[in-house]
């Protein structure tokens, strides 16, 4: 079991920069692929970034590539998502996510363990 506890989610301006976190504790942090997701009101929960156990990869969506940078510290049992240049469109629930079949099921939100999501809310 691994359990996720996502911070870092507040009100910030346009063109502004946000920083979250994921703690995890649990079983084994470092053999799990790690992601974030996000859902905007009344939207579907979609995709945002992955890392690779190492931390050697990462994937992105196309509507956060050059401003959104995921990492994680394997030592700390942490995963982080800097946001860098942020727009409202991306206001949304942020979730961090765990998955023990690489990255690439991470994009197809093949999930072993959820967050419980932290708010972020750009203002124009």
């Known amino acids: 079991q691994v359990q996720l506890v996502e911070s870092g989610g507040g009100l910030v301006q346009a063109g502004g920069s946000v920083r979250l976190s994921c703690a995890a504790s649990?079983?084994?942090?470092?053999?799990?692929?790690m992601g974030w997701f996000r859902q905007a009101p009344g939207k579907e929960r979609e995709f945002v970034a992955a890392i690779t156990w190492k931390g050697s990869s990462t994937l992105y969506a196309n509507s956060v590539k050059g401003r959104f940078t995921v990492s994680r510290d394997n030592a700390k049992n942490t995963l982080y998502l800097q946001m860098d240049s942020l727009k409202p469109e991306d206001t949304a629930v942020y979730y961090c996510?765990?998955?023990?079949?690489?990255?690439?099921?991470?994009?197809?939100?093949?999930?072993?363990?959820w967050g419980q999501g932290t708010q972020v809310t750009v203002s124009s």
């Open positions: 649990g079983r084994s942090f470092s053999s799990y692929a």
């Open positions: 996510a765990a998955g023990d079949q690489g990255v690439q099921s991470i994009v197809r939100e093949d999930i072993n363990y």
